[in-house]
């Protein structure tokens, strides 16, 4: 039956994007999942994925003085769901599609992001937990997303949360550990966004 394959491990790659753009600074983890996949070729039914991760909203103030934020940051990889081809009793694991989840991390999004204030900055830090999330059928990768939002004119938000992305680029919440000078919605599968209050 689909409920003997087994989670594999998973390749870890500690802060392989690292930059800075106007403002935002980021880095993060790209993980892959099976790990045997890691510098491999991959198979040929993987799709480039891509998903909110989280979106940093903030409306103008000063009575349209400042601009607001509107910063998005987005998980890209190569997935292929779990599918099973042939329906049959003995259950025959060669007709099981596995899951893929490669070359999976986050960035800025500079292009789907609605705009950012001249003096608001964003410092995030991406970092994998090295242990993927059951079922096997649907194994889910975790991110620790941390870092500090300075939205114009003035304040300093510290956040954290983690999220977890399935085999469909999807991103849902997990656990919230930011100030509560944030408001952190969970909008999955499209993420999180963070709320400031002008």
Not at 26 to 46: F, I, N
Not at 88 to 93: A, L, R, T, W
Not at 145 to 150: A, F, N, P
Request: hydrophobic share 35%; charged share 25%; aromatic share 8%.
């Amino acid at each position: 039956m689909p409920g003997e394959l087994l989670l594999k491990a998973l390749s870890l790659e500690k802060d392989v994007i690292s930059k800075s753009e106007s403002g935002i600074s980021w880095t993060s983890d790209r993980v892959t999942y099976p790990a045997e996949l890691k510098g491999q070729l991959l198979p040929d039914d993987v799709y480039h994925k891509s998903g909110t991760v989280l979106r940093i909203y903030k409306e103008g103030g000063w009575g349209g003085l400042f601009h607001g934020d509107d910063i998005l940051f987005t998980v890209h990889g190569e997935f292929r769901p779990y599918e099973v081809l042939v329906e049959d009793e003995s259950g025959d694991p060669s007709s099981w599609v596995t899951p893929v989840l490669a070359d999976v991390y986050v960035t800025y999004d500079s292009a789907a992001s609605g705009g950012k204030a001249t003096l608001s900055k964003v410092d995030i830090h991406v970092t994998a937990l090295d242990t993927v999330r059951p079922p096997s059928e649907n194994p889910r990768i975790r991110f620790v997303c941390q870092g500090s939002y300075e939205p114009a004119p003035s304040g300093h938000i510290r956040f954290e949360f983690v999220i977890e992305v399935d085999q469909q680029a999807g991103v849902s919440l997990v656990e919230n550990r930011s100030s509560v000078d944030a408001v952190v919605t969970d909008n999955s599968p499209n993420g999180v966004q963070l709320t400031v209050a002008d």
